[in-house]
């Protein structure tokens, strides 16, 4: 069969992220024959070139560079000065679950204190729902993603809390996404509320069993009335030893062990990193665990925001993903966050930009996405805009002109 390759040129800004020996300054010089086929090494800083054409083939990004040095292709775009960017990077999301919680979220808006037990209500209505329910809802979501930009996502179990449903949650995850999260330690469900031990042995031992051969990752959420430290750090030394790899959901509700957990167990994530101390910040900043901020659920929770500034001046790796969830933050949409990382956050755009697309490749330890240096997989969005700005600068407005999937254009 024939490659078809396709030119998109006369692009008013394409935001590469590429990595150092990639692109040249302003796409200068040819690039790509000479490094097709190599692994990618991952992204680099934020990078744009102007006046710029990209040129996919092979579901790999083939060639980068000025618009008017752009080679021939069998298929040409005229992207009309709009932007280009990597395809967003969403590297925290719980879309397997059933059911709803809209009164909740208006009840809390009016003021109303936080019922306990509203996860626990999403846990009654999944392990009651039939597996077409949850794949038809996963679905739905995963297709509101890519709508929004989302090309790679990852998505986490948490709702099922038996060996079955925490079983058949990473089985139907891993029907969308490589990006597979066990998350058996979400909460300790009713039914071991008097023996949370008990329910931790579960979560390392069978649950644990049954879900490594769909999951990449084992995540905890390490918090005050969820799972203390030595707790968690049970969960994910089994998790690793039965071949995943670790992620935390730290320090979100208040100061705490989890960051440094996070650290110390080499972490691909500490997510959320809202209370955090100069011991913790100084143990991101020294080590290979991202950072990832959820401004989605300050928004939604009215709780406050990171301090991403602190963050990035100590030099800590960040990213921004949704935690696209049915109780703190049901928002599927990247460009929101984008939008809230520099309204709230204080980040430049460059910046939330940045974590968006290559900080979650990072957290996700994927080095093909994120960025369009010559070998990434081709996950492209053009904005109906001239530039990445556009996604703080137009908020709530939707943007995403189309979207390519490893260089196959997505229903948007
Ligand atoms: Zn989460």
């Given at each position: 069969m024939r490659r078809v390759s396709v030119l998109i040129t006369n692009i008013g800004e394409l935001v590469t992220n590429a990595p150092a020996g990639g692109d040249g300054p302003q796409g200068a010089g040819p690039q790509g024959d000479g490094q097709r086929g190599d692994r990618p090494q991952g992204a680099g800083p934020f990078a744009a070139l102007a006046d710029a054409a990209v040129v996919i083939e092979a579901g790999q990004v083939a060639w980068t560079g000025s618009a008017s040095r752009a080679p021939s292709a069998d298929e040409v775009i005229d992207a009309a000065g709009r932007a280009v960017l990597p395809g967003f990077v969403d590297s925290h999301a719980h879309l397997v679950f059933a059911g709803e919680r809209g009164a909740e979220f208006a009840a809390r808006m009016a003021g109303l204190p936080y019922q306990a037990g509203g996860i626990r209500a999403t846990v009654a209505a999944t392990r009651a729902a039939t597996d077409d329910q949850l794949r038809a809802n996963l679905r739905k979501l995963a297709a509101e993603m890519v709508s929004q930009g989302t090309t790679t996502f990852e998505c986490k179990s948490g709702y099922g809390l038996t060996v079955r449903d925490e079983a058949r949650s990473v089985a139907l995850a891993a029907e969308f996404t490589p990006e597979v999260t066990y998350l058996g330690a979400h909460v300790v469900p009713a039914e071991f509320e008097h023996d949370p031990g008990g329910y931790v042995d579960l979560v390392r031992g069978p649950m644990l069993a049954a879900c490594a051969p769909h999951a990449r990752w084992v995540d905890v959420f390490c918090e005050r009335g969820a799972f203390g430290r030595d707790e968690a750090a049970a969960v994910l030394a089994a998790g690793t030893a039965a071949g995943l790899q670790p992620r935390v959901h730290a320090n979100q509700l208040g100061p705490g062990p989890g960051v440094r957990l996070a650290v110390e167990s080499g972490a691909a994530s500490a997510d959320h990193c809202t209370y955090l101390d100069d011991g913790d910040i100084d143990a991101l900043a020294s080590s290979a665990t991202v950072a990832t901020l959820l401004p989605g659920v300050e928004f939604c929770t009215r709780q406050p925001y990171?301090?991403?500034?602190?963050?990035?001046?100590?030099?800590?790796?960040?990213?921004?993903?949704?935690?696209?969830?049915?109780?703190?933050?049901?928002?599927?949409?990247?460009?929101?966050?984008?939008?809230?990382?520099?309204?709230?956050?204080?980040?430049?755009?460059?910046?939330?930009?940045?974590?968006?697309?290559?900080?979650?490749?990072?957290?996700?330890?994927?080095?093909?996405?994120?960025?369009?240096?010559?070998?990434?997989?081709?996950?492209?969005?053009?904005?109906?805009?001239?530039?990445?700005?556009?996604?703080?600068?137009?908020?709530?407005?939707?943007?995403?002109?189309?979207?390519?999937?490893?260089?196959?254009?997505?229903?948007?």
């Open positions: 990171p301090d991403a500034r602190r963050l990035l001046g100590a030099g800590v790796t960040v990213a921004i993903a949704t935690d696209c969830n049915p109780g703190s933050c049901f928002t599927s949409s990247m460009p929101l966050c984008v939008a809230l990382a520099v309204r709230e956050m204080r980040m430049t755009t460059q910046e939330a930009v940045w974590a968006a697309t290559a900080g979650g490749a990072r957290a996700l330890r994927r080095a093909d996405v994120g960025h369009l240096g010559v070998g990434a997989r081709a996950d492209l969005i053009m904005l109906d805009a001239p530039s990445h700005a556009y996604l703080a600068y137009r908020p709530g407005v939707p943007l995403i002109a189309a979207v390519w999937q490893a260089g196959e254009r997505a229903a948007t």
